[in-house]
């Protein structure tokens, strides 16, 4: 033991990763991620540890035997954020730090994380559908509204994509939003549009733009969008601030 204590600290440093590497190959994430932490401690000029160590919480974290998540996200931020303050942050660090942010509904910080990996380039596809999904949890329909516009430049085979694009449109352009959802119906002819996509086609039969706008809120109130029924119905009372029915 004596003999143990006394090695130097580049070789302890180096049984303490070998160790961290075999508990994570055994899928001990929250044993490996300690030990990439004790590593890094020995080993100061290998900064990749930290990045390491929040890899780890973050696959311990999707454990789902795993009651204590919100301790490991946390975690896995303090650890990212000790890789880039050495300046050794991976575009995929800033990708699972977001991750972490976002399980812990710190939206903006995600967003914010998710738009460095961005700029490093990293998966525009996969980045750009976090970063709309998680402006609608921030119920922010234009920045939502402007990135799944982005998301489909790079995957227009995305039907899920094209109908809540179609969605967030149709209180603005309802011909626009039509087209769409129609692409959506194409791609998986099983996807329910037909609500909205009745209530569309109708809407666009008339030339009046408050009667379009009032039909459209409907069709979108009967699918659950509220929200987006209520920005229809207010486009209608603008142009016609006496149409009873949109009130």
């Known amino acids: 033991l004596a003999a143990l204590i006394a090695l130097p600290r580049p070789i302890s440093g180096k049984m303490d990763l070998n160790n961290a590497i075999r508990l994570e190959q055994n899928h001990d994430y929250a044993g490996a991620a300690s030990g990439y932490l004790l590593a890094g401690q020995r080993l100061p000029w290998d900064h990749s540890l930290w990045e390491k160590a929040g ?23 303090s650890a990212y954020a000790q890789a880039l303050a050495h300046h050794a942050l991976s575009t995929q660090g800033y990708t699972n730090w977001g991750d972490a942010a976002n399980k812990s509904d710190k939206y903006m910080e995600a967003i914010d994380l998710w738009k460095q990996a961005l700029q490093q380039g990293g998966d525009r596809a996969k980045l750009l559908e976090r970063i709309a999904v998680a402006y609608e949890n921030l119920w922010d329909n234009a920045d939502e509204r402007k990135t799944w516009q982005e998301y489909l430049a790079v995957q227009p085979e995305d039907a899920v994509a094209q109908a809540r694009f179609a969605i967030l ?4 352009s309802p011909s626009e939003a039509l087209t769409h959802l129609l692409k959506a119906a ?3 002819p099983h996807m329910d549009t037909l609500t909205l996509r009745t209530a569309l086609n ?6 009046d733009s408050a009667y379009q706008y009032l039909i459209t809120g409907r069709g979108l109130g ?5 929200e987006m029924a209520k920005v229809a119905f207010q486009n209608s009372i603008q142009i016609r601030p006496n149409y009873g029915d949109a009130w």
């Open 55 to 77: 890899d780890a919480w973050m696959k311990d974290a999707r454990d789902y035997t795993n009651a204590d998540l919100v301790k490991d996200y946390i975690q896995a931020e």
């Open 169 to 172: 449109l149709a209180p603005i």
């Open 186 to 188: 194409e791609i998986d």
């Open 202 to 207: 109708t809407a666009l039969l008339s030339n």
């Open 222 to 226: 009967a699918i659950g969008e509220w």
